[in-house]
């Protein structure tokens, strides 16, 4: 298990999962505003991620083709859409807490907790791993940790602020 995790955490997909956990982060925190049904965020997080997870590869094939005047290989696809899962993967895993939730497992209010504070946890574990793979120690870690978690805490705060 931590050699998978250690060779995750030092490959390329990283960026694309924090990316991927801070659009989800945005979407969870948008839908508490009117909270559709568990089923209904699920979904509505699953399709998500999936578009997110497309769009990339869209504007990925257009930057490659455009930048190296040639068509993309099928190397290059399967690499991009590697990438493009992984965004989904990110945008879409708070999806997990709403069937929970749909199965009857937990309350609606809990899955948008949980959904909340895994995706700011996430997004603040792959800061402290970034920060230690690059040699600091681990209070300047820990420091990265909390200052890239607070781009989630910002969003959170904005929807505060708005309604």
Not at 47 to 72: C, D, F, K, N, P
Not at 138 to 160: D, F, N, P, S
Request: hydrophobic share 55%.
């Amino acid at each position: 298990m931590r050699a998978a995790v250690e060779a995750h955490l030092g490959s390329r997909r990283v960026a694309r999962v924090v990316y991927g956990a801070i659009i989800g982060l945005a979407l969870v925190v948008a839908g508490e505003t009117h909270p559709p049904g568990a089923g209904a965020m699920a979904a509505w997080l699953v399709a998500s991620g999936v578009a997110v997870g497309l769009a990339e590869i869209y504007s990925e094939v257009v930057g490659v083709e455009t930048s190296q005047r040639h068509r993309v290989t099928r190397a290059q696809v399967r690499h991009m859409t590697g990438d493009a899962g992984a965004v989904a993967f990110g945008a879409g895993f708070p999806a997990v807490f709403f069937v929970l939730a749909a199965l009857g497992l937990l309350e609606l209010g809990t899955a948008f907790d949980l959904a909340t504070w895994t995706g700011l946890g996430l997004i603040g574990f792959y800061g402290y791993w970034a920060a230690r793979f690059a040699g600091a120690p681990v209070g300047r870690a820990l420091v990265q940790a909390t200052l890239v978690a607070l781009v989630g805490a910002l969003v959170i705060g904005v929807k505060a602020l708005v309604h």
